[in-house]
C-alpha cells in the first residue's frame, strides 16, 4: 500500500502550500503527514477547538503532530449561535464556519490551499458537511485518489502511525437529538460519561444524551463484557449518576459511527 502513499504526496506536492484541518482522527493523520513529507515547512496542521469538541482529541491532534515534526498550531473558536438549538442541518453550519475561517487564515498567511480528509467512504453516505467543502472549494487529496477507509488504516499501519486504529470522531453534538436547545454543562456531562467509559478500557464507545437518559452503545465485545460484570455495570451507574443521569441504558444495537445513524436527513436548508 505504499506505492499508494507515494502518490498521495505527489498529490500534495502539486499544491504547493497547504493548511490542513487537523482533527487527529485516523484520515487528518495521514493526510497531515503526508502534507508533512511532501511539503516540509509549507505545510501546517491546524486543530480548530470548539465547546462540542472532546479534549481527548485535542490532546490526541498535539500529540501526533509533536510526534512526526509538522508544523501544527490550535485555534479556539466559539460557539456558532445557530448551532445552540442542534439543527438538522448543523454539521453544513459547523463546516461552513470553520472552512470559511481557515480560508481567510490561509490566505492571511499566505498558504495556497486548504485540505481536509475526506475519503472514498464518505461518498457512500449523506454528508451535508462535504457540501459546505465543495462550496468553499477545500481539497480532498485521500478522496481524489479514491482511498477508503480500509486503505488509510493499512497505509497508516505500514508507516507505524499511532492514529491507525483511532475510532471516528465526530464532535459531541452528535450526541444530542436534533433541534434540542443544547447546553454546555450537558455537553460536558457527555464527555465525561465517554471518557470514563474510555478509562475503563471500553474503546469506541458513544453515549447518547436523552434527558435523564444515558444510553451507551459500545463494540458487541465491549456489550458483552459490561452485560457480564454486575461490578463493572454498578461502577458505570454510580459514575453516570453523579454526572447527572438519573438512568442508565446499554443500547443492544450497538456503536454505531455518526452518519445518519438516526436516520435524519441533514440537508443544507436553501433560501
Known sequence: MLERYESLKKEIQALESLIVAFS??????????AAHDAL????????????YMAEREIKEAIA????????????????????????????????????SSLKKLAY?????????????DDTKEERPGRIALQELGIATPLLSLGLSKNEIRQISKELSLKSWNRPSYACLLTRFP????LLEEEIE???????????????????RFHEELAKIELEPKMMERLISSQEERTKVILFLRTLGFSR???????????????GISCKPKRS
Request: charged letters at 20%.
Open 24 to 33: 487527529g482522527g485516523v484520515d487528518s493523520s495521514l493526510l497531515l503527514k
Open 40 to 51: 516540509g515547512e509549507k505545510a501546517l496542521g491546524i486543530t480548530v477547538t470548539t465547546p
Open 189 to 207: 456531562m457527555v464527555e465525561q460519561a465517554e471518557e470514563f467509559l474510555i478509562s475503563l478500557g471500553y474503546g469506541r464507545v458513544r453515549v
Open 108 to 120: 492571511q498567511r499566505g498558504f495556497a490551499h486548504i485540505a481536509e480528509g475526506s475519503n472514498l
Open 248 to 262: 442508565v441504558a446499554l443500547d443492544i444495537a450497538g456503536y454505531k459511527d455518526e452518519a445518519l445513524h438516526q
Open 178 to 181: 436534533h433541534n434540542r436547545p
Open 64 to 99: 501526533f503532530a509533536k510526534e512526526i515534526g509538522a508544523r501544527h498550531e490550535v485555534l479556539s473558536f466559539p460557539w456558532i449561535p445557530a448551532l445552540k438549538e442542534n439543527p438538522t442541518n448543523r454539521c453544513y453550519l459547523c463546516k461552513h464556519a470553520l472552512f
